[in-house]
């Protein structure tokens, strides 16, 4: 079975860096497209960053510049590396997995990102 884990969330303040990591179980890694969402109160889940298998990436327009995501094929691993967050950034940030080999998604079960003015 596969399983999508996120860690790495947390409180943070204002101005200040996070890096978010996503492990995926199961074979074919290096060939799905991962993302990362996120989901505020109150507010429906929305793309944050994905990758593709080819290393082709693409943002949400309000963390260009800020946030950068990037892959490890070896680790079965995917990061989002956080910088100059801002209050609005507090959400649950979870990871998906577009399985080519099983031809499903998969999701984690987020984790906190909390960001103090």
């Known amino acids: 079975q596969v399983q999508v884990v996120e860690s790495g969330g947390g409180l943070v303040q204002a101005g200040g860096s996070l890096r978010l990591s996503c492990a995926a179980s199961?074979?074919?890694?290096?060939?799905?497209?991962m993302g990362w969402y996120r989901q505020a109160p109150g507010k429906q889940r929305e793309l944050v960053a994905i990758?593709?298998?080819?290393?082709?990436?693409n943002y949400a327009d309000s963390v260009k510049g800020r946030f950068t995501i990037s892959r490890d094929n070896a680790r079965n691993t995917v990061y989002l590396q956080m910088n100059s967050l801002k209050p609005e950034d507090t959400a649950v940030y979870y990871c998906?997995?577009?399985?080519?080999?099983?031809?499903?998604?998969?999701w984690g079960q987020g984790t906190q990102v909390t960001v103090s003015s």
């Open positions: 998906r997995q577009d399985s080519v080999n099983y031809g499903l998604t998969y």
């Open positions: 199961g074979s074919g890694f290096r060939g799905d497209t």
């Open positions: 990758i593709t298998a080819s290393g082709r990436t």
